[in-house]
């Protein structure tokens, strides 16, 4: 286990403020369906009672039996459609973080870049996002950071070595669209200009 890792619901929590604004999005979606929802399902169990009352012709105290009656699935509905709010919060707050947590590892490596230093490597749990761009960016750091004798490189310093001994290595010839094919071009039309010069 890493050392300073946070545990427990505040872990849930990388970019706060990001995570719940997104959080108020969700609950004020759940907010305003729980009150059409518990509006539509009142109106109803209301006029439900209503015409039981004067299709039954209950006395007063008939009415409020049958009332308590309607109360006990008004009351569950309610605390279903609270538990309901409550639980699309916590998942998604869980769930924003499984991309924020990538996205700020991915800010770092990005500014690690730019100021042409190595980045690490972005660490990625198995819950996390973006797991996909992660891998790619390391894999990216890997091709710009191994060693600069490797690939296309061999080639070139093979020829520019023969060049500084004083040899005529011919022409520096790469596979077509290769990253250093103009640099290539550029040895080589050195090399042209040098040996009419001598």
Do not use: C
């Not at 209950?58 to 459609?81: H, R, W, Y």
């Amino acid at each position: 286990m890493k050392a300073g890792r946070r545990r427990g619901f505040k872990s849930w929590f990388v970019e706060p403020y990001k995570q719940v604004r997104l959080g108020l999005m969700f609950l004020l979606v759940n907010i305003v369906f729980a009150i059409l929802i518990l509006s539509v399902f009142g109106y109803y169990v209301i006029d439900i009672y209503r015409a039981v009352t004067l299709y039954f012709q209950l006395n007063d105290q008939e009415s409020m039996m049958t009332l308590e009656k309607f109360g006990v699935p008004i009351a569950i509905g309610t605390l279903l459609i609270f538990l309901f709010v409550i639980t699309t919060i916590m998942v998604s707050v869980r769930y924003t973080h499984g991309i924020y947590g990538p996205l700020v590892s991915i800010h770092r490596f990005l500014d690690e870049l730019l100021e042409g230093k190595r980045p690490s490597n972005i660490q990625i749990r198995e819950s996390d996002q973006l797991r996909d761009l992660a891998e790619k960016l390391n894999r990216l750091t890997e091709r710009m950071f191994t060693d600069p004798r490797s690939g296309a490189m061999v080639a070139i310093h093979r020829y520019v070595d023969e060049l500084v001994e004083g040899k005529d290595p011919g022409s520096l010839a790469l596979r077509e669209g290769d990253l250093m094919q103009e640099l290539a071009t550029k040895l080589n039309k050195l090399n042209a200009k040098f040996s009419k010069k001598s």
